[in-house]
């Protein structure tokens, strides 16, 4: 049977997160699932805990992956692919049958496809109740718009995500025969659909009068948090930046981020979400961030790599203990760590190394300290220390949500962070030439994390406050091994990365690649994994090639 007709994807090892995810709606079981509106309501509840759980509870999935490709963390473990594509020079992303990342790469598609194509059969199952006679309903009719602004939502997250990452995948809309099996489409096309799927789930929110997104139980919903109700409108603001997020991070190079339609970025953004928007991780519940567990273990399973961490070094050569400008100055298998010296508190402060792992918690891995819960890089102890890759061995962990493992897997994570919104309308302000809107976005977060403001710089050609201090310190051209003050485009990028770092979904992958910093060589999106395409009847696998250009800071 095709992939398309069991959800998306055939069951070849997939992790298969709820048994009830079958779409194949000639099966018994799943006539049973769709039997009643209630039923159906329950079935559309689980969707989105199942894809979040598809795309961070696993290491061996994408996420891995793009955080060692975009410099967001380092590894040479060959777990999850986070090694192999850590390597400089960049490899190819192998679709080989039983290749070393085959249950990584298909994992996401997986996850997405089964409960993507889901979603779209509840919202055809309330259409068809609804056109009974007399209709059949989950309780009111605003509670039947509820549910189908819920799967319609769920829909768009599962084909935009798709389109973030992968060069094509099948387009699965409520409107699909159950037994159809659709065609690829390209990134943009699906992307496109997705756009769609949202803005019909914005449509039935307004409808939807009096209703909220229930408090999540075992059965799912939105955030994981067995208390919390959210509101309509606050579930717009979230469908909103989720699409402000897709329309921007479909883009594969600068050409085609610069393309983007960034008056609708902006007005999704300013509309969008005004608090993080927090995943409770959930151990009774099953809501799962299994993959920063994993990182906490040890170092040598992720620590941070100076590429570009190190903009935010103002220190220069003569103590002994290295700077930035040293380090980009050398030989890239020649460079080995430094102390990281800088005013932003997300960075532990000291003139040493032990200072700044008192800062930072001493032994403990319980998160940032409460004394300064902004502290979100940690200095570790010397006897944690692991070497890896000379320009990714640093002393330095993303310790954020390490207090989601320190109690029991049970914590808040953020999914999409406030910051993230802003600076997706600060780059829209950037790109459009309203400069003043976008420096009073960037000093939210700048000048609280004890960076000097933006605000007042007019063009694209003045450098940040700062001086010989100033954050980022950026390589520059022609060589790319002296540095020089960013201007507030590099300081949105700046905001951006560190209150993403860790968060949402390939964060850093989705905006380095559009910005240009990727390093040259890097892999831009992956195929469609062979386990579709053999389900498929597609016996010959293919592999993607477009790949990133020497970029901005010359890596």
Request: net charge neutral; proline share 6%.
């Amino acid at each position: 049977m095709s992939a398309v007709l069991l959800g998306g994807t055939l069951f070849l090892g997939a992790c298969q997160d709820n048994p009830l995810d079958v779409s194949n709606l000639n099966s018994p079981d799943v006539s049973r699932s769709y039997a009643t509106p209630g039923n159906v309501e329950a079935l559309g509840s689980s969707v989105f805990k199942n894809m979040f759980n598809g795309q961070y509870a696993n290491l061996e999935s994408i996420w891995p992956q793009t955080q060692t490709m975009a410099l967001e963390s380092h590894s040479q473990l060959g777990n999850a692919g986070m090694g192999t594509r850590a390597t400089i020079p960049r490899s190819p992303i192998s679709n080989t049958i039983g290749n070393s990342t085959a249950v990584g790469n298909f994992r996401d598609f997986d996850a997405f496809s089964r409960n993507g194509r889901t979603a779209a059969n509840v919202v055809a199952a309330i259409d068809r109740y609804r056109a009974e006679t007399p209709p059949r309903s989950a309780g009111t009719v605003q509670r039947d718009y509820r549910n189908k602004a819920f799967a319609f939502f769920n829909v768009g997250y599962a084909l935009g995500h798709m389109s973030l990452i992968y060069d094509s995948a099948a387009i699965v809309i409520p409107a699909t025969p159950s037994d159809a099996i659709p065609p690829f489409s390209g990134a943009k096309d699906v992307n496109a659909a997705a756009l769609a799927q949202m803005d019909s789930a914005i449509l039935y929110a307004g409808l939807a009068t009096g209703q909220t997104i229930p408090a999540d139980n075992a059965s799912g919903w939105v955030s994981g948090n067995p208390a919390e109700v959210i509101a309509m409108s606050r579930f717009v603001q979230i469908v909103r930046s989720f699409k402000a997020r897709l329309r921007a991070g479909v883009a594969r190079t600068p050409v085609e981020r610069a393309a983007v339609d960034w008056a609708a970025v902006i007005a999704d953004a300013t509309n969008g979400i005004q608090s993080d928007f927090i995943v409770q991780a959930n151990a009774t519940t099953g809501w799962s961030t299994g993959t920063i567990n994993q990182y906490r273990v040890e170092a040598s399973w992720s620590q941070m790599t100076p590429m570009m961490l190190g903009m935010g070094d103002t220190t220069h050569a003569g103590d002994g203990l290295g700077s930035y400008r040293d380090w980009i100055a050398k030989p890239l298998g020649t460079r080995s760590a430094f102390l990281m010296r800088t005013p932003d508190k997300r960075f532990p402060s000291g003139e040493t190394r032990a200072l700044q792992t008192t800062a930072s918690g001493g032994t403990s891995k319980a998160g940032p300290p409460s004394s300064n819960p902004k502290l979100y890089f940690r200095n570790r102890t010397p006897g944690e220390d692991r070497a890896a890759e000379s320009w990714g061995t640093w002393y330095y962990d993303n310790q954020r949500f390490w207090g989601i493992a320190n109690n029991s897997n049970n914590g808040p994570f953020v999914a999409f962070s406030l910051v993230e919104n802003d600076m997706l309308a600060a780059e829209g302000y950037l790109r459009t030439g309203n400069v003043a809107a976008a420096t009073a976005l960037i000093d939210k977060s700048r000048v609280p994390a004890g960076l000097p403001g933006v605000t007042g710089i007019a063009d694209l050609a003045t450098p940040v406050p700062g001086g010989t201090a100033c954050v980022p310190n950026v390589p520059v051209p022609p060589n790319y091994n002296t540095t020089a003050c960013g201007n507030v485009f590099e300081a949105m990028k700046w905001e951006k990365r560190l209150e993403t770092s860790f968060t949402g979904y390939a964060q850093w992958y989705l905006d380095n690649r559009g910005w240009g910093d990727m390093v040259e060589g890097t892999l831009l999106e992956w195929p469609v994994p062979y386990d579709e395409l053999f389900a498929r009847g597609i016996l010959s696998t293919y592999t993607t090639s477009l790949k990133a250009a020497k970029g901005t800071y010359g890596f």
